[in-house]
């Protein structure tokens, strides 16, 4: 009788530590699937003044939405194409 309650304790502290293993799986999974998901790609252009080339969400525009002129800073900006 005392081993099969020895048992039945081992047991049901299996039965814990599992759970608790398959939960802090499902917590850690979503995680890394954020960090695998891929971006879409961005366009690419080049600063007038180094050529450098940047995506235009990070490049700075001037001139009109025809025809515009990117910069990678203010700097470059200020001294204008090469």
Do not use: F
């Not at 049901?12 to 608790?20: D, K, L, P, Q």
């Not at 699937?33 to 252009?45: A, G, K, N």
């Amino acid at each position: 009788m005392k081993y099969l309650l020895v048992l039945l304790v081992v047991v049901i502290a299996v039965g814990i530590w599992r759970s608790n293993r398959r939960r802090a799986e499902q917590v850690a999974r979503p995680a890394a699937q954020r960090e695998t998901r891929l971006q879409p790609p961005q366009d690419m252009v080049a600063c007038a003044r180094c050529g450098l080339h940047l995506p235009r969400s990070d490049a700075l525009a001037l001139g009109g939405p025809a025809q515009p002129t990117y910069y990678c800073c203010a700097e470059h900006r200020a001294q204008g194409p090469a």
